[in-house]
């Protein structure tokens, strides 16, 4: 571990009350998604707890290469050596071995993972203070540690299985995911900070800003993590009254072009002539169009689902 993670180990035991030594773990009872996108190859992970900056510890993810959570009877170096050997092209099971058979207390560690091929791997230790599990499924795994119940994992991975082509951003989903947690009861001994981190391999998309946000210390911190995220992204995805901007942009110009309402190449831009293609399509399918029946150009789940179905019926397919 370098000399910089260490200070922070070990201020994070001394806020703790433990034993001020970097080689002891921090205890985080927290739950966590980690994932990858199919449509961008985007990974991430999100993960809450009732403990401070959970986001110094636990989440780990490298573009093109991998995600990791490490946590409970937190080892920060299963983060930068799990993605070394992601790197390497060791698979998420191997991976996830080689390091529970160097670590000297494999029973107290919970460990998620999963790779740019969306290959996933988890471990809860038998040691982990129940409720502990894990829920692994396509281009996720969803883990927790002292919770309420099963449910609050059930939760997570219903809600992110929910989002899968929907045109989300992987953060959206992922806190879409943990938002869910939450609300089926999440850290049983309540709440205190949360983490957001993305990472994309696809070059004119690395300046968002939406992709390492953490909450530190807050009453409500994944509601918390959501007002950030809405403040410093600029783009909310679609989601209702929201105005995309950026890939999301781009991908709903695609669709409407498909569709026949947009005669321009798709540049990310919401500009007027989107606005007016987004206008007609509401029109013609009887949805509000602003003024008194709502904001003006709303992109929401019901009209990408309807844009999507009429641009497979245009081409010929069936749709979804």
């Known amino acids: 571990m370098r000399c910089g993670a260490r200070g922070r180990l070990a201020a994070l035991i001394i806020g703790h009350g433990l034993v001020a030594a970097a080689a002891v773990s921090p205890a985080f009872a927290t739950f966590s998604i980690v994932a990858r996108d199919s449509a961008t190859g985007d990974l991430g992970v999100a993960v809450s707890t009732r403990a401070p900056a959970v986001g110094a510890v636990v989440p780990w993810a490298k573009a093109g290469i991998g995600a990791v959570a490490t946590q409970a009877s937190t080892n920060p170096e299963f983060g930068p050596k799990g993605l070394a050997l992601l790197e390497q092209g060791t698979s998420p099971r191997d991976t996830l071995a080689r390091l529970l058979v160097e670590d000297d207390t494999p029973e107290k560690r919970q460990i998620g993972i999963v790779d740019a091929k969306g290959g996933v791997a988890s471990h809860t230790g038998r040691e982990n203070i129940p409720y502990a599990g894990a829920i692994e499924g396509v281009n996720f795994t969803a ?60 070059p004119q998309r690395r ?32 989601r209702d009254l929201s105005r995309p901007a ?26 007027d002539a989107t606005v007016a293609a987004v206008q007609a399509f509401r029109k013609a399918q009887g949805l509000d169009t602003g003024e008194y029946g709502g904001p003006v150009a709303l992109v929401d789940a019901d009209l990408i689902a309807r844009l999507r179905t009429q641009v497979q019926t245009r081409e010929g397919k069936a749709p979804p």
């Open 207 to 238: 300046w968002e800003r939406s992709q390492n946000l953490r909450v530190d210390d807050h009453a409500n911190p994944v509601a918390e993590l959501r007002r950030i995220y809405e403040t410093v992204t600029g783009r909310l995805g679609y």
């Open 143 to 202: 883990q927790g540690n002292l919770l309420v119940g099963r449910e609050t994992l059930e939760a997570m991975a219903a809600s992110f299985r929910g989002t899968e082509g929907k045109g989300l951003p992987l953060a959206e989903r992922l806190l879409r995911a943990l938002e869910a947690g939450q609300a089926a009861g999440g850290d049983r001994r309540g709440r205190q900070s949360a983490a957001l981190l993305v990472v994309t391999a696809d």
């Open 246 to 271: 950026g890939r999301d942009v781009r991908e709903l110009q695609e669709l409407l072009r498909r569709a026949g309402l947009y005669d321009r190449e798709p540049d990310g831009s919401f500009d």
